[in-house]
């Protein structure tokens, strides 16, 4: 069965500085995805971003990037310039690579960004 | 395209009482999930569909809650009887099945808050 862990439950950032979100996994497995999803307070859960295990560069997308350490089985995400906007909870969740992969999440971080 | 579609949004019940929820997936979409939140931890996988049938239940508490996906489209999923400890959001999940690139992403609807007195 896989874990996922996120060790900070919550955090907060100034606006326009960077801050990093921890997250650690335990699996069998050797090919997975992992994700990071934001849930703002309506709820919906929204992809931040992905990384395919098999791949060695770490995934970016525009001011969200990831640290992907396979072997430590650790996945941070940093998140550049913070935005107001960006004050949500943030879950990692891990997915196997197969046809049907199950999901596992995290139980969150709640980040807010201060004026 | 459009999103996940769920119905009812928020459903408040007295406990013992039955409720259902009802999830259409993004179109093309091959696997359906249903996950259970609880207030400050995150979702958790109660059943997994690929197509109409079921890939996961291993946390689906059987004695009370049910779930079907008889065409393989929709799904409902069934509490009944209620216990106050089902008060969570009910989030319904789709993603495309396979192993492409974007086949895996898992695309969230809105929820449904139940609240159980």
């Known amino acids: 069965a896989q874990t996922v862990t996120q060790s900070q439950p919550e955090m907060s950032v100034q606006e326009a500085e960077t801050v990093t979100l921890s997250c650690t996994y335990d699996t069998s497995e050797n090919n997975y995805y992992l994700f990071w999803y934001k849930q703002p307070p309506s709820r919906q859960m929204i992809l931040v971003i992905r990384q395919e295990a098999y791949k060695q560069q770490n995934a970016t997308e525009n001011r969200f990037s990831v640290n992907f350490q396979k072997a430590a089985k650790s996945f941070s995400l940093k998140i550049s310039d913070s935005q107001l906007g960006d004050t949500a909870m943030y879950f990692c969740?891990?997915?196997?690579?197969?046809?049907?992969?199950?999901?596992?999440f995290g139980d969150g971080t709640t980040l807010t960004v201060k004026p | 395209e459009a999103g996940v579609a769920q119905s009812p949004r928020y459903k408040i019940i007295e406990k013992r009482q039955s409720v259902a929820f009802w999830c259409n997936p993004i179109s093309g979409h091959a696997t359906l999930y249903w996950y259970q939140q609880i207030l400050g931890q995150g979702p958790k996988l109660l059943i997994q569909f690929q197509n109409n049938g079921v890939v996961d239940d291993s946390q689906l508490p059987k004695d009370r809650f049910s779930a079907e996906r008889l065409k393989g489209v929709d799904s409902t999923l069934k509490i009944q009887p209620a216990k106050l400890e089902d008060s969570a959001v009910y989030l319904c999940?789709?993603?495309?099945?396979?192993?492409?690139?974007?086949?895996?992403?898992?695309?969230f609807g809105e929820g449904s808050w139940l609240t159980v007195v």
């Open positions: 999940a789709s993603s495309r099945a396979g192993m492409t690139h974007s086949g895996n992403t898992i695309y």
């Open positions: 969740a891990f997915m196997k690579r197969t046809n049907a992969g199950k999901s596992t």
